[in-house]
């Protein structure tokens, strides 16, 4: 099997955050505007569905819609995207293992929050 140890995750994390914390300031916010509107189109997908399934179906609606609504998490993760909460994972990592400054940190979650 092809798989990471933790010890091997968390330095790919620390080094992915080093990565991410040296992006210019267009490109993030840009990437964060993206991730923002997948997640939209991963809502409205969820809420189009859920919402025009008939009464009679009961709960399996709501199921349907939560099975549409990772297309957004999917284009994140293919197209690229700035998702504020895997930034805080990432970047979480990288300051722990002493690769960035909490104000880099605190800067890049800022900006990445405010766009999305």
């Known amino acids: 099997m092809n798989s ?3 010890n091997q995750v ?3 994390f620390s080094l992915k955050a080093k990565t991410k914390s040296q992006l210019g300031l267009g490109k993030l916010l840009l990437l964060g505007m993206m991730a923002g ?3 939209a189109i991963g809502y409205l997908a969820f809420v189009r569905v859920a919402g025009t ?3 009679s179906w009961g709960s399996f609606s709501t199921f349907l819609g939560a099975c549409l609504f ?3 998490l999917i284009a994140i993760t293919f197209l690229g995207g700035e998702l504020v909460t895997g930034n805080m994972m990432i970047l979480t990592f ?3 293992k002493k690769q960035l ?3 880099a940190v605190i800067k890049n979650w800022v900006l990445v929050l ?3």
Do not use: Q, S
């Open 4 to 6: 990471l140890k933790a």
């Open 10 to 12: 968390i330095e790919t």
């Open 37 to 39: 509107a997948f997640i």
């Open 53 to 55: 399934v008939p009464k």
């Open 70 to 72: 990772p297309i957004g």
């Open 94 to 96: 990288g300051f722990l």
């Open 101 to 103: 400054t909490l104000v």
């Open 114 to 116: 405010v766009t999305c």
